[in-house]
């Protein structure tokens, strides 16, 4: 249903702050968070006609269960990223967001490869990514979203993002890999008495936004 009253756009909110909150919070500072947040819902409300509606949605934290299809969703997504972006500007031209990986993240996101040594690993690994190839997986893995949603939240085709997330996946996978060749106390052939004798940790398994 459109967005004609308050009560819909408190609606809104209530079911997408803490994802919009989330999706901020990974690209910018922390005491920027509050104020992002706060200007995208403004835009928002401003442009409350152009916000895309689709029944089914629930409350925060249900697109993990639906798969990530709230478009409207997906839309504050973009007006958070133009957002950032444009103040991004103010010091460098940029015209792709880099993420940080919480370190609560490093459980969340999969491990395409297999072997991974440890959650450092993985940062380590999501670290050494592009900025776009962080953007265009966050999107995907973080966020949740299908590939035409994030499509929209990036302004290029479903086939431009499904190929920058084919290669950013084959880029974290050899990041991930070269990871664990450096520190072979961790792979499972390794000497005795060599390196830490901990279990090799495997993060859990899954199929990078005016």
């Keep these: 249903m459109p967005i004609t009253s308050p009560a819909a756009f408190e609606d809104l909110y209530g079911r997408t702050v803490v994802d919009v909150t989330a999706y901020v919070r990974r690209r910018t500072h922390p005491v920027q968070v509050e104020d992002v947040v706060a200007e995208v819902y403004t835009t928002a409300w401003r442009r409350r006609d152009d916000i895309p509606t689709s029944g089914g949605v629930g409350p925060p934290g249900a697109h993990a269960a639906t798969g990530g299809d709230d478009p409207a969703r997906a ?28 370190p609560e993240s490093a459980t969340t996101v999969p491990d395409p490869a297999t ?25 995907h893995l973080l966020e949740e979203l299908d590939g035409a949603a994030a499509a929209r939240v990036l302004g290029c085709s479903r086939a431009a993002y499904s190929m920058r997330l084919s290669r950013a996946r084959r880029h974290l996978t050899r990041n991930l890999t070269r990871g664990t060749d450096e520190h072979p106390a961790r792979r499972s052939d390794a000497p005795a008495g060599h390196g830490s004798s901990e279990p090799t940790a495997h993060p859990s398994t899954s199929a990078t936004p005016s």
């Design 75 to 102: 839309w504050l997504f973009g007006v958070a990223r133009n957002h950032l972006l444009a103040a991004s500007r103010g010091h460098r031209r940029r015209d792709r967001l880099e993420i940080r990986l919480a």
């Design 115 to 139: 072997g991974v040594g440890d959650r450092d690993d993985l940062r380590r690994a999501w670290a050494g990514l592009a900025p776009g190839e962080q953007e265009v997986l966050s999107l």
